[in-house]
């Protein structure tokens, strides 16, 4: 039985929470919050207890569909569950053969079914009839046959929340058995040339606390393969008997993997051997049993308010768009302050009920209630446990805050696996554009090419704005004048521009723009500018972009880039005012001085295409 909510190599000591070595308070300052803290080592050793206690166990991505997890359950024997093609992508980018990745999903589409027979996944999970004739146009257009399970309604309740009650007669999942609905499907999956029938799907629901639906599902499961024996003749191989295998969340007492295997296996042999035929080969799919328990999620407090004959609230940084669980099923969760603010300890004074709320504009936006020190203060850090399941898998971006980072550690050490997304994130897949602005230059500043003459302005605004460190690549200029001055007498060309911005005769900004010199890139330009601090925010970049992007039309340019780093929120609003959009990040492409920035890669069509 497991009875604790923490990870295995959760700590709490004087300074708060540490796991598998790294200190709660470290890990909040190194990547910010919210943050997801997963211990690797506890999620390896969950899957090796899954490995040994079943003959067959798939990973449910759909609990928390990151790569390193995905990498780590393959690494320690187990097959992957997906249930969409997004979550097929996954399993392929991080490396795992298709070949060990099975298709689930109630609605699949036919792309989803092409990319599942094309990369050769081990089984697909067909939903019905008319998924089963899809998938076998498909594998037969592809010369292929496509192994399937099967899904089948057992009409076994879970007895859990309504939302993941999945086995009950009504269920939008699967084939029902009741009335010969399934076993009309699985005549159908065993005739069609492009299929071959492997075996039974079924899944009871999510959270489940003993072997008893399990049991109940596998009776009527066993009678229906006696009957698919005894009216079909045909053997059922696999019995994906699906997952729902419980997590620790506060006081709720989980049986170990291997109690559920013992009866579980048990009740299939025995039940095949009664009803005379061989035992199938016995498949689960546990998510959340992997997952929850591994991870934690740090919160920050910003906070706290107490209300006149009411609750007292402590609000935090995150909220439902980092789990929207408490809001979506009233899920409950352990809480405890995992370091306080300044790094000290303060002296105990009491607890307090105290109910956590996040920031979004919803009153349900209500993490949970729990008693905390009567001290707790803003700057504290709060520790949720369990949040591994269907936290970040079910992230939103309301209120257009970005996703949190989710970080592994083990052994003391902390590895950044998904960074927190940010403004640039959000922008990115808004391509509506709009007209560029009115965008002349301010009173007394003049825009033109660059000139001999401007260098020595222009190099000491140059090195003003690299010695800042943070808004563009150089941080040191080291070519000499006559580099510029030479570049300077070439200013305006069909290969490029190099444009000043002047007031008083002295370069307040610049901007380079520079035609591609390949052939399939000539219709490419990329673009880089800069503008004196004094001088930021009053119209002088939008002068500037607007000349150079004047120039990219004069001489037949198509498309214009740039690269801007993702804290530069005022370059990024500029060039999206001129219609430029997101395409994508170069991950750590500058090397800086203090370390490691990326890059946004911006860009804009000068011709409508």
Known sequence: MRHTPWPSNAVFGEHGLAVAGASAADLADRFGTPLLVVDEDDFRARC??????????????????????????????????????????VCLRAGVPASAVALHGNNKSDRELELAVEHGVSVVIADNVDELERLDRVARDAGRR?????????????????????????SKFGTPIAEGLALQAIKQAVALPGLEFRGLHAHVGSQLLSDEPFLAEIEVLLDLIREIKSSLGVEVEALDIGGGFGAVYTDETVPDPAEIAATGIDAVRSGAERRGFAAPEVVVEPG??????????????????RTPGGPTF?????????????ALYGSRYTVAVAGQAGGKPRPADGVET?????????????????????????????????????????????NCVGRPAVVGVAGGAARLWIRREDPADLDRLDVSGRPEPDSRPPQGVTIRPARPGDVRSFLENFRSVAAEHRYIATEEVRRPLRHYRRSFRRSWTDLGARLVALHDGGVIGWLTITREDDPAHRHVASLGMAVAEGWRGRGVGSALLAEGLRWGRGVGVEKVNLSVYPHNTRAVSLYRGFGFLEEGRLSGQS??????????????WLIDR
């Open 48 to 89: 090796r207890g899954f490995t040994h206690a079943f003959p067959r166990v798939l990973f449910a991505v759909k609990a928390f569909p990151i790569r390193p997890l995905i990498r780590i359950a393959h690494e320690t024997g187990l097959g992957l569950l997906a249930a969409t093609d997004g979550e097929l992508e």
């Open 591 to 604: 090397k800086k001085s203090y370390g490691y920035d990326d890059e946004v890669v911006m860009s804009k």
């Open 288 to 305: 959340r049993a992997l997952t929850a328990n591994a991870a934690v999620t740090l919160y920050r407090v910003g906070s706290i308010k």
């Open 314 to 326: 402590a609000a935090v940084d995150g909220g439902m768009s980092d789990n929207i669980r408490p």
């Open 146 to 170: 496509q192994p399937v399970l099967v899904r089948v309604t057992p009409g076994v309740e879970g007895h859990t929340h309504a939302y993941v009650d999945t086995g009950g007669a009504h």
């Open 354 to 398: 105290f109910r956590i709320v996040g920031r979004h504009c919803e009153s349900g936006d209500v993490l949970g209630e729990a008693e905390l020190p009567a001290d707790l203060a803003p700057g504290d850090l709060l520790a949720f446990a369990a949040t591994g399941a269907y936290a970040y898998a079910m992230a939103s971006n309301y």
